[in-house]
Structure formats: structure tokens, C-alpha cells
């Protein structure tokens, strides 16, 4: 079983900075990727920045920029550097990850629990 385990939310003043990060355990023979979403209040769940097992990412145009996300593979760990957060990025952000859980296994999608962000102004 994949788990992943969400860190470093918390409230913040609009500008500041904070740094999630997800650490995943549990069986993982390999992965293709690593992303972070976010769900506002009232909205549905939205791509907020993804990261390819062959380096290549891809962020939400309302973030691009701001953030930045990055993984540390010897740790199974990614991070989202968040800067020059505003009060529209409030939301619980939730780490995912497709990975293969054991060899011989199909890819598959599994999500964190979420971790929330307040921005306030």
C-alpha cells in the first residue's frame, strides 16, 4: 500500500512564502510522475504543478512563476515551493503520485490527505 503524508501548510500574509512537502512510503517500484492539486473552497480540485520521472514539469497558469516543484528521488519525497502567495491561492493542497506498487503492477494514482493553505491579505 502507497501512502503519502503531506507537511507545511499553514497560514501566511499575502507575499510570504511557505514550502509543502509530501513524502511517499509503502511499496513503490516506480514512479511517473509526482504533482501537487489544490481544492479552493466551493471548486473543484485543480492541477496546481506536475513533475515527470523524465524531469519535465508542467504548472497552472496562475501560478507559474511563484512556484516551483521539485522531488528528491532518493527520498520518494516532492516539494512545491510556494512565493508570492496570494490570498486566491487558499486552499488544502493535496499531493499525488502514479506509481507502480510492486513489480508487475499497472501504474496507478494515489492522493494525500491534504494539507491546508490560508493566504491571508
Known amino acids: 500500500q502507497v501512502q503519502l503524508v503531506e507537511s507545511g501548510g499553514g497560514l501566511v500574509q499575502a507575499g510570504g512564502s511557505l514550502r509543502l512537502s509530501c513524502a511517499a512510503s509503502?511499496?513503490?517500484?516506480?514512479?511517473?510522475?509526482m504533482g501537487w492539486y489544490r481544492q479552493a473552497p466551493g471548486k473543484e480540485r485543480e492541477l496546481v504543478a506536475v513533475?515527470?520521472?523524465?524531469?519535465?514539469?508542467n504548472y497552472a497558469d496562475s501560478v507559474k512563476g511563484r512556484f516551483t516543484i521539485s522531488r528528491d528521488n532518493s527520498k520518494n519525497t516532492v516539494y512545491l515551493q510556494m512565493n508570492s502567495l496570494k490570498p486566491e491561492d487558499t486552499a488544502v493542497y493535496y499531493c499525488?503520485?502514479?506509481?507502480?506498487?510492486?513489480?508487475?503492477?499497472?501504474?496507478?494514482?494515489?492522493w494525500g490527505k491534504g494539507t491546508l493553505v490560508t493566504v491571508s491579505s
Open positions: 499525488k503520485i502514479r506509481c507502480k506498487p510492486g513489480w508487475g503492477r499497472a501504474y496507478d494514482d494515489y
Open positions: 509503502g511499496i513503490i517500484f516506480s514512479i511517473d510522475a
Open positions: 513533475l515527470a520521472s523524465v524531469g519535465s514539469t
